[in-house]
Structure formats: C-alpha cells, structure tokens
C-alpha cells in the first residue's frame, strides 16, 4: 500500500520561500515523482517531476528557475523548494507518483492520467 503524505505549506507573502516535503511509504526509489497543484477554478497542473533512476527533473515554465525538486531515497522522501514566490503560485499542492519500473523519468511523470497515486494535498497562499 502506498502513502504519501505533504508537509509545509503556508501563507508567505510574494517574494518569499515555502518548503514542502511528502514522505513516501510502500513506495520504491526508481519510480518517477511529481509535484502537482491546483488552484481554486482551475485544472490541476504539474509543477515538477523527477526521475526515479537518473534523478533528471523537469519543470514548469511558470517556476522553472524559482522551484527546485529534490528527493532523498533514504528517507524516502520528496522534496520541492518554493523561492521567490507569486500570488499565482498560490494552490494546493500534491505530491504525486507513477508504479511503472519500466517508465521512471521525469518526462513519464507529466500528465495527470499517468499519476497512480497522489497525496491529500498542502495548501500554499502567497499574498501580494
């Protein structure tokens, strides 16, 4: 049985930094995870994804250069570093995972049809 479970999210005013975390139970090192947010009206979209094996990761170009995703398998836990925050930025944010050994790869962790499991969510409110 997989869990997985969010931690840290906030309110922090535009230009600050949030850090979420998600432990991972039931969950194997090589396979691909994601973050995913959601805001209030609109589709859920990913944020960011890494690679289970090769650690590759993809972004977003709304956050690319703002967040960094980051996991420690030996605490089987993931990451997702919040810098320079917007008021568009504001959501709930998901952890997420794919149960697929031979799809591993950031870019295999995209859509929200390939996602297995997701977390119960982490709510971000960035204020201007």
């Known amino acids: 049985q997989v869990n997985l479970v969010e931690s840290g999210g906030g309110s922090v005013q535009a230009g600050g930094s949030l850090g979420l975390a998600c432990a991972a139970s039931?969950?194997?090192?090589?396979?691909?995870m994601a973050w995913f947010r959601q805001a209030p009206g609109k589709e859920r979209e990913r944020v960011a994804s890494?690679?289970?094996?090769?650690?590759?990761?993809i972004y977003t170009d709304s956050v690319r250069g703002r967040f960094v995703i980051t996991k420690d398998n030996a605490k089987n836990t993931l990451y997702l570093q919040m810098n320079s925050l917007k008021p568009e930025d504001s959501a709930i944010y998901y952890c997420?995972?794919?149960?697929?050994?031979?799809?591993?790869?950031?870019?295999?962790?995209?859509?929200?049809?390939?996602?297995?499991?997701w977390g119960q969510g982490t709510d971000v409110t960035v204020s201007s």
């Open positions: 997420a995972g794919r149960i697929d050994d031979s799809r591993t790869s950031a870019g295999q962790c995209i859509a929200v049809s390939e996602i297995d499991y």
């Open positions: 039931g969950y194997t090192s090589t396979y691909c």
């Open positions: 890494i690679g289970g094996r090769a650690g590759d990761r």
